[in-house]
């Protein structure tokens, strides 16, 4: 199956600092990825969806300046929580649909992000 | 988006047919049905996606009824490893803007020895 891969895997980080997380689609090109959260014996939950060249699109509840999402191109997203705070600290997920033919989406491996 | 519901944990032991309904009631035409596999501190796996009758693949079969409302994943033989938490998600990712997954609670399965 297709490959995405996150980085990095976990981050500690000082509270009001910011975090940047790269997703990537290491054999096919995205033209969508998806950004989740997932909080510990929790569901994952969608924070906003990325399309190459465009502005991404927030789920209700999602602050777009706090997480800030690039797709600038079509094998890399990437997601900056900015000022981070405790409350912040979650898995974070990517997954990757491709621009043709394929049929569902690939999920990265996750990245644990930690706030302190 | 269709809305998805599965028990939310079950329990097996080593060697048995393990099989996990998900309701779908309002699954709309262009719709699949997709199942997720998640180990702790990981991101789902693709395990098995299908539209209508019976998909299978080396891991797992998915029995889908012609109504649609429902489908069955049906692991083989459960192993330790398969302890995890499996997501029914329905949705039609082959629309060009791509369609957001939802996911649900999930079923948490648990394979004793």
């Known amino acids: 199956g297709a490959v995405v891969s996150q980085h990095p895997s976990r981050v500690i980080c000082k509270s009001g600092t910011s975090v940047k997380i790269e997703c990537r689609s290491l054999d096919f090109q995205a033209t969508t990825m998806f950004w989740y959260r997932q909080f510990p014996k929790q569901s994952l939950m969608l924070m906003a969806t990325s399309n190459e060249g465009s502005k991404a699109t927030y789920e209700q509840g999602v602050e777009k300046d706090k997480f800030l999402i690039n797709h600038a191109s079509l094998t890399l997203s990437t997601l900056t929580v900015t000022s981070a705070h405790p409350e912040d600290s979650s898995f974070y997920i990517c997954?990757?649909?491709?621009?043709?033919?394929?049929?569902?989406?690939?999920f990265g491996p996750g990245t644990r992000l930690l706030v302190l | 988006l269709a809305k998805t519901t599965q028990p939310i944990s079950m329990d097996s032991y080593e060697g048995q047919e393990v099989n996990i309904t998900c309701s779908h009631n309002n699954i709309a035409t262009n719709d699949y049905i997709t199942w997720y596999q998640q180990f702790p501190s990981q991101g789902p796996r693709f395990i098995i996606q299908?539209?209508?009758t019976k998909v299978t693949n080396e891991v797992a079969s998915l029995f889908i009824p012609a109504d649609r409302k429902s489908s069955t994943l049906s692991l083989p033989r459960v192993s330790l490893s398969d302890t995890a938490v499996y997501y029914c998600l329905v949705g039609d990712e082959k629309k060009s803007s791509g369609d957001k997954l939802t996911f649900g609670t999930g079923t948490r399965l648990a394979v004793r020895p």
């Open positions: 299908g539209y209508k």
């Open positions: 997954s990757a649909l491709g621009a043709s033919g394929q049929e569902t989406q690939y």
